[in-house]
């Protein structure tokens, strides 16, 4: 294996459990606020994480809705409605402290920063919720930490397609071979291995049944996984 140059970063499930803590909370908040009787449990979270992208969910979850509008406009204007309102609500969570980062993700990234690699934030997620977790996480040296962030808005197909992970590659100028990603979910291991990345998996609370990594998260760790080729 080459050496390793760079770690690309998932967000939602891989810094923080944002999932859990962030965004079903405020896709249950927007549900109130806008008088629907609609809740999202944990169990049907967990069911719909595997729709990537918060209105793409709200969409496929209202497919199977009898209290959803039955035009597709009408669904699509609701899901719109819905989306802005809960990424408003997300980031009130965030900024009340309700979201803190995983065991070793901090420390991680400042070791990898010390030791020269380049980063990037690869996720799904809006913009938005990049930019209120972001500071909350890292406080504003965050900008600093990573070479380039691309986020839901920025390619045609979200994860599992693998073109977040190809186009964070082609801003920093550098093969698939010589980076690792970080992913909690299977559609974020899947979007990564398809972009012919090796794969460290740190599954979240949602995907606790998926195959865990023994020991600590640390740059150490990850390095030497890579160097064995261990990953996939
Ligand atoms: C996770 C996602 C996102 C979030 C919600 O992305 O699929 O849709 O659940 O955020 P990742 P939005 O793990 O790649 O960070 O509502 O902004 O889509
Ligand atoms: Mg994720």
Redesign the pocket.
């Known amino acids: 294996m080459p050496p390793l140059e760079a770690l690309l970063w998932?967000?939602?499930?891989?810094l923080a459990e944002t999932?859990r803590d962030g965004?079903r909370v405020a896709f249950n908040m927007a549900f109130t606020r806008a008088g629907l009787g609609w809740r999202w449990d944990d169990a049907r979270y967990g069911a719909l994480?595997h729709v990537?992208?918060?209105?793409e969910?709200l969409l496929a979850d209202m497919a199977n809705r009898a209290d959803a509008p039955a035009a597709r406009p009408a669904r699509e204007d609701l899901a719109r409605t819905l989306?802005a309102s809960?990424?408003a609500a997300y980031a009130w969570l965030v900024a009340q402290g309700r979201i803190t980062a995983r065991e070793g993700v901090v420390a991680v990234i400042e070791a990898a920063h010390a030791a020269g690699l380049r980063q990037a934030i690869v996720?799904?997620?809006?913009r938005v919720?990049v930019e209120a977790l972001l500071p909350r996480l890292l406080g504003s040296r965050w900008a600093t930490r990573f070479a380039t962030v691309v986020c839901?808005e920025d390619v045609a197909r979200?994860?599992p397609a693998p073109d977040a992970y190809q186009l964070a590659l082609a801003l920093l100028h550098l093969p698939p071979s010589r980076a690792l990603a970080i992913e909690?979910?299977p559609p974020?291991v899947a979007a990564a291995r398809a972009a012919g990345l090796a794969v460290a998996r740190r599954p979240s609370h949602y995907f606790a049944g998926e195959p865990t990594p023994a020991g600590p998260l640390t740059l150490a760790a990850l390095r030497a996984g890579f160097e064995r080729g261990a990953l996939s």
Request: glycine share 18%; proline share 0%.
């Open positions: 998932d967000v939602d499930g891989t999932e965004h994480l990537t992208g918060g209105r969910r989306h809960k990424n996720t799904t997620t809006s919720n839901g979200k994860k909690d979910s974020g």
